[in-house]
């Protein structure tokens, strides 16, 4: 088992920045990758970044140049740091962690084992 709590959120103007931290217990040891995703209300949950063991890390199209994916192995902690907010960046943002490597892909939902209760981002024009 592994357990992901969020923190870092809040409320920002636009053009400001937030870090978002995930701290991750448990089973890290055997962490695969870990991903963000956000949710706006009445949308769907959206894949927005993740980073896998090997280093790699992979971006959505909305956020790339602007949002940057870290980790922290020692600390068991990924962090998101997101500049260049913009009002469409509001949403609640997860952290999700996947203990192995499967077909689905990593841009969805299904592709994670576990995830974090959420941390609401809100960007103010």
């Known amino acids: 088992q592994v357990q992901l709590v969020e923190s870092g959120g809040g409320m920002v103007q636009a053009g400001g920045s937030l870090r978002l931290s995930c701290a991750a217990s448990g089973r890290t040891f055997s962490l695969y990758a870990l991903g963000w995703f956000r949710q706006a209300p009445g949308k769907e949950r959206e894949f927005t970044a993740i980073?896998?063991?090997?280093?790699?890390?992979y971006y959505a199209d909305s956020v790339k140049g602007r949002f940057t994916i870290s980790r922290d192995n020692a600390e068991n902690t990924v962090y998101l740091q997101m500049n260049s907010l913009k009002p469409e960046d509001t949403a609640v943002y997860y952290c999700?962690?996947?203990?192995?490597?499967?077909?689905?892909?990593?841009?969805?939902?299904?592709?994670?084992?576990?995830w974090g209760p959420g941390t609401q981002v809100t960007v103010s024009s």
């Open positions: 999700a962690a996947t203990l192995r490597r499967t077909g689905i892909p990593h841009s969805e939902p299904a592709y994670y084992d576990y």
């Open positions: 980073s896998w063991s090997s280093g790699v890390t």
